[in-house]
């Protein structure tokens, strides 16, 4: 018997090669390429030629990142990272943390390149302290219709968060806090911000509940609208992302387990979303979708 949520939600496209990936964010190079960044000691890199095809590439610092092991308690195991380019540069925001604690900062590195070992690091953009109610991980840069460049993040405690840029270092601009979504009534769990945005609206995509639980991972990937990069966002039945409000894109369904983390971006075909999930075994792979819009909500294919 087929279950109805494998009829709701569709498979991962076809990907090939190389394809154990956690938090994976990818960019289209100006040459047509693709290099996707990942969670791995030192941040870990694919390339694709035709987005199908993926094989390593190495690590951002394969001589380590010496810098983030006051947060990662020592551990090269660098988390979450977002990779754009942008004014003829690669910029990669990343994580550096330990499980369930909010002492944690976000880096910036930059590249000409993209490729292993070419990486800059530029410094913390911000940090969180044990004491914070929110958590210096999971960055994502958005660049707003005014040019404008915004930094959102966060997991857990109060929810998702956002601050300004300056686009000439692409580190921190003055001192606003913004809050953009929080889950007062599900223990927090809310993660991995990811803002896109098409035409008049701005989309946050989110994910809820469990990660990093192997099959038994409850990671759902949801999505909110707004008219403004800073939000209010709300869901399809105009609940605030701040109350817990988000329409669901995609869950587990079959063999995939705890989809999420995703990242989207914009290719010559459609916009692509693209994830991790966990299989029958527990292993995390890449999930890569098209996205179609119903009366501008964002629906995967």
Known sequence: MVSLRSLLYPGPGRVTGDTGVHDPTVVKTPSGSYILAHTGDNISLKTSTDRTAWRNAGAVFPNGAPWTTTYTGGSK?????????????????YSASTFGSSRSAIFLATSSTGASGSWTNQGVVIESTAS??????????IVDAQ?????SFGSF??????????????K??????????????????????????RG????????FDKCCNGAASTYRIMVGRSNSVTGPFVDKNGVNMMNGGGTQVMASHGSIHGPGHNAV????????LVYHYYADNGVS???????????DWPVAY
């Open 172 to 197: 921190r601009s003055g001192s606003n806090l913004l809050s953009i979504a929080a889950r007062p009534n599900n223990g927090g769990a809310v993660e991995a911000p990811y803002i896109t945005r």
């Open 132 to 141: 914070s109610n929110w958590n210096a991980i999971d960055p994502n840069l």
């Open 147 to 151: 040019g404008k460049w915004w930094l």
């Open 285 to 295: 792979l890449l999930g890569i979708n098209l996205i179609r819009y119903d009366n």
């Open 200 to 207: 008049n609206w701005y989309y946050l995509w989110a994910s």
């Open 157 to 170: 405690w109060s929810g998702l968060k956002m601050i300004s840029i300056d686009p000439s270092t692409g």
């Open 265 to 272: 971006f914009t290719d010559s075909d459609a916009d692509v």
């Open 77 to 93: 195991n660098l988390w979450a990272p977002d990779i754009s380019y942008r004014n003829g540069r690669y910029y990669l925001y």
